[in-house]
Nanobody, 121 residues
């Protein structure tokens, strides 16, 4: 099993910055990628960004490109999301997600408990 703990959410005015972090523990030897999703009340959870453990490639949702940067620390099994130029529509609960894979087996999904990000106008 894998445990994920998020931190670093909070309240900020529009144009400000936040840097939530996610730490993985447990069976972390086969991480495929770690990333962030977000969910607003009444809406589906949506992809924000991810970083691939092998090679460090990244992927972003169009809505955050140029404003958010995801980074990883392989030694600590952590991932950070630097969020700049925040907008009120970025307000959501942000969830860390980790996918693991052993050899060519299926991907296993793990979720954190979520951290609230609120951006005021």
């Amino acid at each position: 099993q894998v445990q994920l703990v998020e931190s670093g959410g909070g309240f900020v005015q529009a144009g400000g910055s936040l840097r939530p972090s996610c730490a993985a523990s447990g069976r972390t030897a086969a991480i495929y990628d770690m990333g962030w999703f977000r969910q607003c009340p009444g809406k589906e959870r949506e992809f924000v960004a991810t970083v691939y453990w092998s090679g460090g490639g990244t992927s972003y949702a169009d809505s955050v490109k140029g404003r958010f940067t995801i980074s990883r620390d392989n030694a600590k099994n952590t991932v950070d999301l630097q969020m700049n130029s925040l907008k009120p529509e970025d307000t959501a609960v942000y969830y860390c997600k980790l996918r693991s894979r052993v050899s060519l087996g299926p991907l296993n999904n793990y979720w954190g408990q979520g951290t609230q990000v609120t951006v005021s106008s």
